[in-house]
């Protein structure tokens, strides 16, 4: 029997034929390579655009109800971003689980991607996850140093070992934050304000930075607004990101 990410074993009958995915990355990454097999996704799950799926609600509280109701094949889940409760009670109903972990760098990401389409789903390895990797496969000279916030009241930041801080760090970005004990500290503005920089990231996502909402609160320190699928997703996605964000970041 295989197992997911955290070692738990996911008994397929065959090949699974309907998912629900409660990650909006995998969302993604599942249906660009096989369209048709999402059945059920969460409210943000925005990509791909022609998704055509059941809503059971958001990643951090989804409908399981919902997700009963639909007895997909399996439901793909993250350990981050997804509750044990809920897929302890999704796997309590006789539906198997595979949950991926949280990874801290692109390599581990597309890993873990590559294992869960080609191992539980029965895909071919798609050429968009090739490409991914072949574009994020150095880690250049850092250049600049950010802070990457994604909240505000209170301020949450990018920490130590995040997926979000290896994108970054790939693209000649270091994480002021890179050494902090926490994942995503939770710093005073006089701090942030405080902190050696040459750069503030403001993505669009989970917290929705725009130039009115994020940037006035650093006036003497550049920043980049940036979409925050982009900087978080392990899905397709990052083959447009490598170059998008490198626009962003103005590091062309």
């Keep these: 029997m295989i197992v997911d990410d955290l070692g738990e074993p996911v008994p397929l009958a065959g090949p699974p034929r309907t998912v629900v995915s409660l990650v909006p990355s995998l969302t993604d990454a599942i249906e660009t390579s096989r369209p048709g097999l999402v059945t059920g996704a969460t409210d943000y799950c925005t990509h791909p655009a022609a998704l055509d799926a059941r809503r059971v609600g958001g990643s951090k509280y989804p409908r399981v109800d919902d997700v009963l109701a639909l007895r997909p094949d399996l439901v793909v889940a993250n350990a981050e971003e997804n509750r044990p409760e809920d897929v302890e009670r999704i796997r309590a109903d006789g539906i198997p689980v595979w949950v991926t972990a949280a990874a801290a760098t692109v390599p581990e990401g597309l890993g873990s991607v590559r294992r869960l389409l080609t191992q539980g789903l029965d895909i071919d390895e798609p050429g968009w996850l090739v490409d991914a990797e ?104 990052l083959v447009e990101a490598h170059d998008a964000l490198r626009t962003a970041l103005s590091l062309d």
């Design 134 to 237: 072949e574009r994020w496969r150095e880690v250049p000279a850092p250049r600049a140093t950010a802070i990457i916030p994604v909240w505000r009241r209170p301020w949450v930041v990018v920490g130590r070992d995040t997926f979000a801080g290896d994108v970054l760090a790939r693209l000649g970005v270091a994480n002021a934050y890179a050494d902090h004990p926490d994942r995503y500290p939770r710093p005073t503005l006089d701090e942030l304000r405080a902190k050696p920089k040459d750069l503030v990231v403001l993505p669009d996502e989970p917290y929705e930075f725009t130039a009115a909402d994020g940037p006035e609160a650093f006036p003497d320190t550049r920043y980049a607004l940036v979409v925050g699928r982009y900087l978080t997703w392990c899905g397709p996605s």
